[in-house]
């Protein structure tokens, strides 16, 4: 247990451990995009949603991942998207459980039909999430209408959704991926949180980690919030490094003069 953990009465220290789902904070902002999400999945469309790094992109889509039914959707998570078409086809074939063929026509074709058969005789909702998508090739992104180009039975079973920084809009503009901007039927852009919001995704990460008090002033509270600019991750940072700080001059509450000595030691 770190220095501040045991000064305040943290059971652990509350800004450096992953939440599990149902402590996961859900303002009003993310309870939207989950139903949006949701219901991406359900009428098997393809989505855009971006945002800035420390954004909350991550952890949407682990809400997500999390609530959806294995027996209902078969869902497919690529990461690595500094990559090729042929190795693009080769990732999501691998994913499927699928052998990946010599040419990347034949390792395309085997994902489609893989995807048909999970459709048809599986009954599944199949979704493909791909994270870190602002860093796919053009030709990559090409080739992402002819996965969802199908019309088995009158109604589409595959469902996209492409997860980014925010230049990814930039790149959809992109005359020769019009095919697929014009398939995007859901488009979430996430932002940093208000002050308020900040404040109770504060006092959220503390009462998980034990502390049912108030511990920032109400000047901390400000300064961390134009710091951070709502930025979840910047927030989790800064809030440590400002324990941190209060902790070692013997403090009782986080002052603002802590979140600045935390900015300037992360910026150094």
Not at 164 to 174: A, D, E, M, P
Not at 201 to 218: N, Q, S
Not at 237 to 250: D, E, I, M, W
């Given at each position: 247990m770190n220095l501040y953990a045991s000064t305040f009465g943290f059971t652990h220290p509350p800004f450096q451990r992953t939440l599990i789902a149902d402590q996961l904070f859900c303002p009003p902002s993310l309870e939207e995009l989950h139903s949006r999400l949701r219901y991406l999945v359900d009428s098997r469309g393809l989505g855009l949603l971006t945002g800035e790094p420390g954004s909350g992109k991550s952890t949407a889509l682990r809400r997500l991942r999390e609530d959806l039914h294995p027996d209902q959707v078969r869902a497919v998570y690529l990461h690595d998207t500094l990559v090729n078409p042929a190795d693009f086809c080769r990732q999501l074939a691998l994913e499927l459980g699928l052998q990946p063929q010599w040419s990347r026509a034949m390792t395309f074709r085997l994902v489609q039909l893989e995807i048909q058969r999970l459709v048809k005789d599986r009954h599944l909702t199949v979704l493909i999430i791909v994270d870190e998508a602002h860093n796919l090739r053009p030709d990559v992104l090409a080739l992402l209408p002819l996965l969802t180009n199908f019309d088995w039975d009158g109604q589409s079973r595959l469902a996209v959704l492409?997860?980014?920084?925010?230049?990814?809009?930039?790149?959809?503009?992109?005359?020769?991926?019009?095919?697929?901007?014009?398939?995007?039927?859901?488009?979430?852009?996430?932002?940093?949180?208000?002050?308020?919001?900040?404040?109770?995704?504060?006092?959220?990460?503390?009462?998980?980690?034990?502390?049912?008090?108030?511990?920032?002033?109400?000047?901390?509270?400000?300064?961390?919030?134009?710091?951070?600019?709502?930025?979840?991750?910047?927030?989790?940072?800064?809030?440590?490094?400002?324990?941190?700080?209060?902790?070692?001059?013997?403090?009782?509450?986080?002052?603002?003069?802590?979140?600045?000595?935390?900015?300037?030691?992360?910026?150094?």
């Open positions: 492409l997860a980014g920084q925010s230049g990814l809009r930039q790149i959809l503009r992109l005359s020769h991926l019009e095919a697929l901007a014009q398939r995007i039927t859901i488009r979430f852009a996430l932002r940093g949180f208000d002050r308020d919001t900040t404040r109770l995704y504060l006092e959220h990460r503390l009462k998980i980690a034990g502390l049912d008090r108030p511990l920032f002033t109400a000047p901390a509270h400000e300064a961390l919030f134009e710091a951070s600019q709502g930025v979840m991750r910047r927030i989790d940072s800064l809030a440590h490094h400002a324990l941190a700080a209060a902790a070692t001059a013997r403090a009782k509450l986080v002052e603002p003069e802590h979140v600045i000595h935390a900015a300037e030691e992360l910026r150094s």
